[in-house]
């Protein structure tokens, strides 16, 4: 998908909270931010994909303050309430009678998770409300290709999961649970580096999923959400062959609708902002599970 008028603000707000995390410095503050303008005043056109300049942008704050990850308070914070919350989300996964409920269950539970973004004008999150969020997971699922999912995943081997942020990756776990009782041979992804509040080789630890997942890698580079001509060979091997994959988050959702998929994707995500929900033809904060090709 291609950026919107209004992805112009969601990128420079976005900036500018990175930037005051990043350095306390007023100087550094105002060169940084004016870099960023910069840059979207020369790469900011009808074409571009809201990821990838996205990850100009991050990459830029990085090298300019010297914080390679302005986020890391912010996802040390969500990992720990998650996990908090992962008892109360793992009831609602096991009230399920069926392996193909627990699924659908699981799959919600990793959607809610994706509402743990910080920074994203009009979106609004508490970790106060997860609970009710949890509890209208299926109202609020306007696109749901996961019982289609379900049926290519019995006949699969293996699937390929991409992760999203930190905290999300928490209730993961739920649905990586579910895929392996199935039988399923299930290899997780995280980002090489970091950016934005993705998760990386830290989360993964602290949530467990190297406990659970048959392995784990990166992608081989800090960008936001897939970049084919970035990311390390041993990843590319390892998407190339797989069977069926479950990618979390808007950043998956931008990239790979960019693509010529020749295998199934099963994308998980919130419409967190217009943008994204008008090119998936769905409201704003509503859950999305949309199977493509």
Do not use: W
Not at 81 to 107: N, S
Not at 157 to 185: H, P, R, W
Not at 218 to 226: I, N
Request: with cysteine; glycine share 4%.
């Amino acid at each position: 998908m291609k950026v919107e008028a209004e992805c112009a603000s969601c990128l420079l707000a976005r900036a500018t909270v990175e930037v005051y995390e990043a350095t306390t410095n007023p100087a550094l503050r105002f060169r940084a931010i004016h870099e960023v303008i910069k840059l979207l005043n020369r790469e900011f056109r009808p074409t571009v994909i809201p990821a990838d300049i996205g990850t100009k942008r991050d990459r830029l704050i990085k090298r300019l303050t010297g914080n390679n990850d302005p986020y890391k308070r912010s996802k040390k914070m969500s990992n720990e309430k998650a996990m908090k919350m992962l008892p109360y989300a793992r009831k609602i996964v096991e009230a399920g009678y069926t392996q193909q409920e627990r699924f659908k269950k699981a799959c919600l539970c990793a959607i809610v998770g994706n509402i743990m973004e910080f920074d994203i004008p009009g979106h609004k999150f508490s970790f106060k409300t997860l609970t009710k969020t949890f509890r209208d997971a299926a109202k609020d699922l306007v696109v749901d290709d996961i019982d289609k999912a379900y049926e290519l995943a019995k006949k699969a081997n293996s699937v390929l999961y991409l992760a999203d942020n930190a905290g999300e990756i928490v209730f993961d776990t739920l649905l990586v649970e579910q895929l392996k009782n199935m039988g399923l041979k299930v290899t997780y992804i995280v980002k090489g580096g970091p950016v934005i509040n993705d998760a990386t080789l830290e989360d993964v630890e602290f949530s467990g999923m190297d406990k659970l997942a048959d392995n784990i890698l990166t992608t081989g580079t800090d960008a936001v959400g897939l970049l084919k001509s970035e990311v390390s060979p041993e990843f590319l091997k390892v998407y190339d062959a797989a069977e069926l994959v479950f990618a979390k988050g808007m950043g998956y959702a931008e990239t790979l609708t960019e693509y010529k998929l020749t295998k199934p994707h099963l994308l998980l995500f919130r419409t967190k902002c217009n943008p994204v929900a008008n090119y998936f033809c769905a409201p704003r904060d509503k859950n999305i599970a949309k199977l493509m090709p």
